[in-house]
């Protein structure tokens, strides 16, 4: 014969306590596994063979900065590379990207002001030297009551650091001979 000895009302607390938490662990993950299949069955059945393929021109295209003619195999013009690369270096690079040939600068504070800065987003596009193979982008802002604004850029900067770019990358193809490489 087996002797039962009665249990103290705080092992029986525990053991209710044990079980609830069992309970209450099974119940939660009942829940969760019926909700993830309410919500598998929300989405839609695509199929992914039936989505059309991205169109990028870039994909069979080299980008890299070699040389500034039709004819050479490089994707960006190393002229307007190294003259944009030169133009900016007043200003403290945050990116610059040879094979995308897109040159990205910090914000510069000139020193004349101390409430206005600048940035600039240079992107060279073609491997010829030709003007609409290069975009620039400049962002300006002010300080304005302790925090800095999106300010408007004069109509001319832009056109001004394009110019320059250009001109430099003439100078530096005169400067090889007029050669493409």
């Known amino acids: 014969m087996i002797a039962r ?49 991205p169109h990028n021109h870039l994909l069979g295209v080299d980008r890299g900065a070699e040389g500034g003619a039709d004819d050479l195999k490089g994707g960006v013009n190393a002229y307007l590379w190294r003259g944009a690369i030169d133009t900016l270096s007043f200003m403290p690079l945050s990116s610059a990207d040879a094979v995308g040939g897109v040159i990205l600068t910090d914000w510069y504070q000139p020193p004349a002001s101390q409430n206005e800065r600048f940035k600039i987003a240079a992107y060279v596009l073609d491997r010829r030297l030709r003007s609409d193979a290069l975009r620039v982008a400049v962002f300006r802002q002010t300080l304005q009551n302790g925090s800095w604004q999106d300010t408007p850029v004069s109509a001319t900067t832009t056109s001004d650091i394009t110019t320059r770019i250009l001109t430099r990358a003439r100078q530096l193809r005169a400067e090889n001979g007029e050669r493409d490489n």
Do not use: E, F, H, N
Request: hydrophobic fraction near 45%; proline fraction near 6%; glycine fraction near 8%.
């Open 5 to 53: 000895y009665p249990m103290s009302p705080a092992a029986v607390r525990a053991k209710m306590v044990g079980r609830t938490q069992v309970l209450l662990s099974v119940a939660l993950k009942g829940t969760a596994l019926l909700s993830l299949g309410i919500l598998s069955a929300c989405g839609s059945s695509r199929d992914p063979s039936s989505l059309a393929t």
